[in-house]
Every structure is written in structure tokens, then in C-alpha cells.
């Protein structure tokens, strides 16, 4: 069992940048795939970012270059740096996790994961 725990939500200008970090518990923090997702209001959730368990990142076209996914698998903690934010990503980020004994492997979809933490609101204005 695994419980996930976001921080670093608020409101920012565009262009401005966030750091979310996602605590987990659990001692096996470290044989888990982490993943990112948002979801705007009326919009379905959205995959943002994965990491593998060894490090191993992959982001969605709409983040590429802007967010920057990592881990640390000694305080099981998995971060998104957001830089350049834009008002289309305004959304509650969720963070998501998944067993895995595959050290490369990242998840995209958001029916492969078995965690979810709470969510955490991110807001930028114009």
C-alpha cells in the first residue's frame, strides 16, 4: 500500500514557475513507476509526466521542455518542476504511482496506475 501526498500548488502569473512535490509512503518507494496528471475544469484528466523507478522520463508534447520530472528514491519523494507556465495549465495535479519490477519502465495511461495522491491546485493568470 502506497499513499501519496501533493504540495506546491498556488497561484502564479504566467510565465512564473511551481514545484510540486509528491511524498510517499510505503518502503519500496523506490521499485515504483511515478506519474503526473492534471485535469482543468470539464476536461477529462490528462497524462503530464512519468518517471521510472531508475530515473527514466517522459512528458506530454503540451510540457516538453517547460516541466521537468525527478526523484529521490532516499526521501520517496517524486518532484515536478513547472517553468514558463501558461494559463492552459491551470488544473488539479494529481500524482499517481505503480508497482513495478521493471527499472526503465514509465506509465502513460492513467488506468495503469493502482496510487493516486489527493491533488493539488495550480493556477496561473494572464
Known amino acids: 500500500q502506497v499513499q501519496l501526498v501533493e504540495s506546491g500548488g498556488g497561484l502564479v502569473q504566467a510565465g512564473g514557475s511551481l514545484r510540486l512535490s509528491c511524498a510517499a509512503s510505503?518502503?519500496?518507494?523506490?521499485?515504483?513507476?511515478m506519474g503526473w496528471f492534471r485535469q482543468a475544469p470539464g476536461k477529462v484528466r490528462e497524462f503530464v509526466a512519468a518517471?521510472?523507478?531508475?530515473?527514466?522520463?517522459r512528458y506530454a508534447d503540451s510540457v516538453k521542455g517547460r516541466f521537468t520530472n525527478s526523484r529521490d528514491n532516499a526521501e520517496n519523494t517524486v518532484y515536478l518542476q513547472m517553468n514558463s507556465l501558461k494559463p492552459d495549465d491551470t488544473a488539479v495535479y494529481f500524482c499517481?504511482?505503480?508497482?513495478?519490477?521493471?527499472?526503465?519502465?514509465?506509465?502513460?495511461?492513467?488506468?495503469?496506475?493502482?496510487?493516486w495522491g489527493q491533488g493539488t491546485q495550480v493556477t496561473v493568470s494572464s
Open positions: 499517481a504511482a505503480r508497482g513495478t519490477l521493471s527499472s526503465g519502465s514509465y506509465y502513460l495511461g492513467s488506468s495503469e496506475y493502482s496510487y
Open positions: 510505503g518502503r519500496t518507494f523506490s521499485s515504483y513507476g
Open positions: 518517471i521510472s523507478w531508475s530515473g527514466t522520463t
